[in-house]
């Protein structure tokens, strides 16, 4: 029983392309999260998505990130015309429910812009 | 937003010390994460606590929720290689989902 599969686990790109980052929840769980990983930081939220709707983007940035979950295949994180300081580590988690405790975290996407 | 202050930032022990880290906040919480990441991994939760004054073990990890619900504490005895890694405390607010994570605990266990 996979956990939560994230890919690419590397993606780099250069200053003005598209990145797209994918996550496959574990099996059973339909809630889906997005947290971004600076260089010496924390985890931060970004968005919380059930199965093709959106239903926290409060920490996405406004501009050039998007997310969607929709009802087959993975959730998408996408990022246009990505700039150096998008270069982080990107988590997708995803849970059966509401319940933190029950959060699994996958590998992680580190994108690295050139 | 809230901000949770973990200290030290680093720490480098020997193996079969003990250690010992917390983390801060200015709020109150209901709940206190403890996590722990490993190089090129996602965090993987170690310990929760839910009361003030809860005090949780799992292995040789024992974890503390504090009385002023302000902090929380992680403890590890008789520390081993595999030990090495960033522990992160994080919280939720209530019936939140979101999880906000303090910036994290550097450890390095020297054999």
């Known amino acids: 029983n996979a956990g939560v599969m994230q890919n690419p686990r590397h993606l780099v790109r250069r200053r003005g392309q598209e990145a797209r980052l994918r996550c496959s929840p574990m099996k059973g769980h339909s809630h889906v999260y997005w947290y971004r990983q600076l260089p010496e930081e924390g985890l931060k939220f970004m968005v919380y998505?059930?199965?093709?709707?959106?239903?926290?983007e409060s920490g996405m940035p406004k501009e050039r990130f998007s997310a969607e979950f929709p009802k087959e295949g993975p959730s998408i994180l996408r990022i246009q015309q990505v700039v150096r300081g998008d270069s982080a580590a990107y988590f997708c988690?995803?849970?059966?429910?509401?319940?933190?405790?029950?959060?699994?975290f996958g590998s992680g996407t580190q994108l690295s812009v050139l | 937003g809230q901000q949770l202050n973990q200290s030290p930032q680093s720490m480098f022990i020997q193996e079969g010390e003990d250690v010992s880290m917390n983390c801060t906040s200015s709020s109150i919480f209901n709940t206190w994460l403890w996590y722990k990441q490993e190089p090129g991994e996602g965090p993987v939760l170690l310990i929760a606590l839910y009361k003030a004054g809860e005090l949780t073990s799992n292995g040789r990890l024992t974890a503390q929720f504090g009385i002023t619900r302000k902090d929380s504490f992680l403890n590890i005895s008789a520390s081993i290689p595999s030990d090495v890694g960033i522990y992160f405390c994080?919280?939720?607010?209530?019936?939140?989902?979101?999880?906000?994570f303090g910036k994290g605990t550097k450890l390095s266990v020297i054999p």
């Open positions: 994080a919280h939720s607010g209530a019936g939140s989902y979101q999880l906000t």
């Open positions: 988690a995803s849970s059966p429910g509401r319940n933190n405790e029950k959060l699994l």
């Open positions: 998505l059930q199965k093709e709707n959106i239903i926290d």
